[in-house]
């Protein structure tokens, strides 16, 4: 479901599982990235904001 | 003059682990009641401690980070050791018991703990006994002096030692690392919790009585004191040995005497690397000495790797192990784990496909960081590291199979899992 709401930023290995990019986010995909990760099923995901 | 033994020093052949043995060997336990928390917390930052469970995080850090939280807190001392090529924590616990519980009463003291709990391997009976003595012995001859000892004998898997899956085994959950634990805030029954190897505590229980300065004059600047490492392998003596950090490798092998010419080491455990023989002469075991060489000390379990054993048939084995202690919560490393053992099962009986070693390099480099706890990045550091020191032996057995040291008894121990 993560790499169907983002994939510039998420692919899924063989079995499934999200591999994640961990670059920046740009402006423009951090709502998207927010749906994402609340969207998962197991709150494996987490946002992160980073300091400048 | 040697510097040597320190913790070992009460262990010889009329030592039985007894408090009597202890008091002639290491001396009383000074009255902790006489230092002040905060102040016994900055003598161990000026020791440099660090932990000897395998992160070898700064223990005065972690003190103060769950002295510094409100409501009682509590001290674990982590005996579990699940590591199957370590034997140090055992050799304390049944051995030198009196040690780590003085170092889990100047750790509660840091922390404020009124409870000690020691956990260990529930299948070790022999842990168990030495456990229950000592505290019995205490309890005899210092009465309210001490925390309160509570022994607990939890699940020895691989994974269950390590600190989030032990504080929820002690709290009455499954011994499962939790997602972004914070033990120190919220640990075992919800209060703040020290988690410390036993062999960290048995270093305690010396800096306490000899001081900051005298644990600094043991092994080097960047990494003082002694430390313990477990050798096995083409060894002619197995087991547990005292050294200062910074010690070579190549002469606790020669003390240890080698059997046999060797083709590896590996260098802390199953969570640890391997490196080829040519490397021994170089390394120094100290966590920064080690480093320079992308290894680490781990929890010190190192394995010297004879010429007469087949490496694809003992990683073969080990990747099965692996698959089988993998927590079930994370799908890159259930997965991943059973992918990796599979294909090594296929190359040691040489039905390989061509990609075979081409998928294990993937899957070694993409597990890391993908799981609720590092146990995937351990395995595949595990996996890569003897992928590329072995590479000569696994293109062999792709391409022709089984060679004649497949079926040579097993060196690397790997525990059968209890159905």
New interface residues.
Partial sequence: MCAELLPERVTL?????P??DGSPLPPELVAHARHAADACPTL?L?LEREDR | MSLLPRLLAGVDEVSNGDLRSHLEAAAALPELGRWAPDRLIEEIERSGLRGRGGAAFPVARKMRAVAARRGPTVLVGNGTEGEPASGKDRLLLTELPHLVLDGAAVAARAVGADTAIIAFAETDEVIARSLRRAVDERRRSRPGEEPRYELRAVDGGFVSGQESALVNSLSGGEPKPAFRARPFECGVRRRPTLVQNVETLAHLALIVRHGASWYRQAGTAADPGSTLVTLSGAVASLGVFEIEHGAPLADLLASAGQTEKLAAVLIGGYFGSWLPARAIPQLRLSPTQLAEHGVGLGAGAIVALGRSVCPVAEISRVAEYFAAESAGQCGPCVNGLAAIAATMRQIASGTAPPAARPNLERWSNSLAGRGACQFPDGATRFVASALRVFADDFEDHLRHGPCQDCSAPAVLPVPLAMA
Wanted: proline fraction near 0%; hydrophobic fraction near 55%; charged fraction near 20%.
């Fill in positions: 290995d063989e079995w499934g599982y591999i994640l494996a987490l």
